[in-house]
């Protein structure tokens, strides 16, 4: 199972939005409503910011949002702030009954 | 509060065994999915294993089968990797996490590393 595709990096000014694209296939993103994305800083565990493609776990700001298209799933964050600067991976389930993440992107808040 | 704590990690060499461990408190433990994520030294997240709820539905990442096992003790709470034949480029941090292959993984621990070098 190959890694999902993520651009390795996205920046934006505070205040403005941005958008991280994650293409599969459709024995992945494209088949199922089963894509995660995550946030992590430096030197810390990854968080769950949004699953099942849209959802937002209780706590997590609602500057996050997802959302898919064919077999490209999206994470956007609105009103950028300093502390949204970190990496982010996407998962997805997939057709072989297992998971598979993104290749990550680094997020730069300049 | 609900908490995953690994331990068992370390140094050992190419073709040795190590075994992990992740105890669960705060919530329910056996109404849960369980999974190993791990990373490797400044690359991405890598899906390791899951386990069901009731140990009746394991998967393994091509990478990882055949050499390591998944598991789960209801009354430790305390879900498992059992980790043979390490090569060098098992090394990374092993991260638990609360979750199967659906709905997200929700709670993750701290990692714990595993380094495999003669």
């Known amino acids: 199972q190959s890694a999902l595709t993520q651009p390795a990096s996205v920046s934006g000014s505070p205040g403005q939005s941005i958008t991280i694209s994650c293409t599969g296939t459709s024995s992945d993103v494209g088949g199922y409503n089963y894509v995660s994305w995550y946030q992590q800083h430096p030197g810390k565990a990854p968080k769950l910011m949004i699953s099942d493609v849209s959802n937002r776990p209780s706590g997590v700001s609602n500057r996050f949002s997802g959302s898919k298209s064919v077999s490209t799933a999206s994470l956007t964050i609105s009103g950028l702030q300093a502390e949204d600067e970190a990496d982010y991976y996407c998962s997805s389930y997939t057709s072989s009954s297992t998971s598979v993440f993104g290749t990550g992107t680094k997020v730069t808040v300049l | 509060q609900v908490q995953l704590v690994e331990s068992g990690g370390g140094l050992v060499k190419p073709g040795g065994s190590l075994r992990l461990s992740c105890a669960a408190s705060?919530?329910?433990?056996?109404?849960?999915?369980m999974s190993w994520i791990r990373q490797a030294p400044g690359k991405g997240l890598e899906w390791v294993s899951y386990?069901?709820?009731?140990?009746?539905?394991?998967k393994y990442a091509d990478s990882v089968k055949g050499r390591f096992t998944i598991s789960r003790d209801e009354v430790k709470k305390s879900l498992y990797l059992q980790m043979n034949s390490l090569r060098a480029d098992d090394t990374a941090v092993y991260y638990c996490t609360r979750g199967g292959p659906y709905y997200g993984l929700d709670v993750w621990g701290q990692g714990t590393t595993v380094t495999v070098s003669s």
């Open positions: 386990i069901s709820s009731t140990s009746s539905y394991i």
């Open positions: 705060g919530f329910t433990f056996s109404d849960y999915y």
